[in-house]
């Protein structure tokens, strides 16, 4: 089973930038899709963004259309979160997943087959 370490969280004044990292090791993502999860102080954790590996099809919540973008690097075998425009509402722990069923990823019920450790971000106002 494919096992994910996660890094790049961190704090960011709102407006500014950060990158998540979700890496690899024990297999290859080739067969699963990943997804970015997270969970906010007394909220469900919700699902922010998913990418098949196969053919790089994404999936977005509306909330982060535009600012967030999933993206894969098969040199490195890693999935990214690249994080634009931050407000304080994105605040939360971030957690990615992976599963070989990309629709289970995209529904983030959270039935998936690997998480990785989760990595915290903070957007001050």
């Known amino acids: 089973q494919v096992h994910l370490v996660e890094s790049g969280g961190g704090l960011a004044q709102a407006g500014g930038s950060l990158r998540l990292s979700c890496a690899a090791s024990g297999r290859t993502f080739s067969s699963y899709a990943v997804g970015w999860f997270r969970q906010a102080p007394g909220k469900d954790r919700e699902i922010v963004a998913a990418i098949r590996w196969s053919d790089g099809r994404t999936y977005y919540r509306d909330s982060v259309k535009g600012r967030l973008t999933i993206f894969r690097d098969s040199a490195k075998d890693t999935v990214y979160l690249q994080m634009n425009s931050l407000k304080p509402e994105d605040t939360a722990v971030y957690y990615c997943?992976?599963?070989?069923?990309?629709?289970?990823?995209?529904?983030?019920?959270?039935?998936?087959?690997?998480w990785g450790q989760g990595t915290l971000v903070t957007v001050s106002s």
């Open positions: 997943a992976a599963d070989r069923n990309y629709w289970a990823v995209v529904g983030g019920r959270g039935e998936l087959e690997v």
